[in-house]
């Protein structure tokens, strides 16, 4: 089975300032998808950003962005300006294109932004 | 329904009642995904449904886990005989089965559950 490792419990940054959150994973598939989720304190777990394996272009959702590294097998988080509402756990998933619908998910970042 | 919704959002047992989770997935999600998420932790798969086919009872942690999905809709998560190990957030998701962009998971809010 895939394993998704995300190194860093805990996270915090400044507001207005930019954070980044590593990922990184375990496969010898060469299609999948890849995921960041964010959980408030609400529960409600929340995409973020969503990155295909095929796609060389590194996805970009207004402040958010990732660095994807295939060969690295990385997939990094990059939060620019960042709010008091980006404070929240961020999970990494992982997803097969081809062998079954089975997600894996990292053990999450718990990111403080300070005023 | 607009998203996933899950009931009820809080429940409290005394340990060994029998408790039944409930999950109504969005309109047109074939795919129905339960997760355990711990105090704190990451999610842990429970079980993962996908229109008719057989379910996917792999990270069931006991036989009294149980869940079904009637009519390829909603879906109830029933967890027999509770013991204090099960308190936790049970989370549902769903998702189309095969679409564009990897079709990702939406997910309820969850239901916390506390075994006292």
């Known amino acids: 089975a895939q394993t998704v490792t995300q190194s860093q419990p805990e996270m915090s940054v400044q507001e207005a300032e930019t954070v980044t959150l590593s990922c990184t994973y375990d496969?010898?598939?060469?299609?999948?998808?890849l995921f960041w989720y964010k959980q408030p304190p609400s529960r409600q777990m929340i995409l973020v950003i969503r990155?295909?394996?095929?796609?060389?272009q590194n996805a970009t959702e207004n402040r958010f962005s990732v660095n994807f590294q295939k060969a690295a097998k990385s997939f990094s988080l990059k939060i620019s300006d960042s709010q008091l509402g980006d404070a929240a756990m961020y999970f990494c998933?992982?997803?097969?294109?081809?062998?079954?619908?089975?997600?894996?998910f990292g053990t999450g970042t718990s990111l403080t932004v300070i005023p | 329904g607009a998203g996933v919704s899950q009931s009820p959002s809080n429940k409290v047992t005394e340990k060994g009642k029998d408790v039944e989770l409930r999950c109504d997935p969005i309109?047109?999600?074939?795919?129905l995904y339960w997760y355990r998420q711990s105090l704190g932790q990451g999610l842990e798969f429970l079980i993962y449904?996908?229109?008719?086919?057989?379910?996917?009872k792999s990270g069931l942690p006991s036989d009294r886990f149980s869940a079904e999905r009637t009519g390829g809709s909603v879906s109830t998560l029933t967890i027999q005989r509770t013991q204090q190990e099960d308190s936790a957030v049970y989370l549902c998701?769903?998702?189309?089965?095969?679409?564009?962009?990897?079709?990702?998971?939406?997910f309820g809010n969850g239901t916390r559950l506390t075994v006292t």
């Open positions: 998701a769903s998702s189309i089965s095969r679409g564009p962009g990897g079709s990702p998971l939406h």
């Open positions: 496969t010898s598939e060469s299609d999948y998808y």
């Open positions: 990155q295909e394996a095929y796609k060389q």
């Open positions: 998933a992982y997803r097969s294109r081809n062998t079954g619908n089975q997600f894996y």
């Open positions: 309109s047109g999600h074939t795919a």
């Open positions: 449904f996908q229109g008719n086919s057989a379910p996917d």
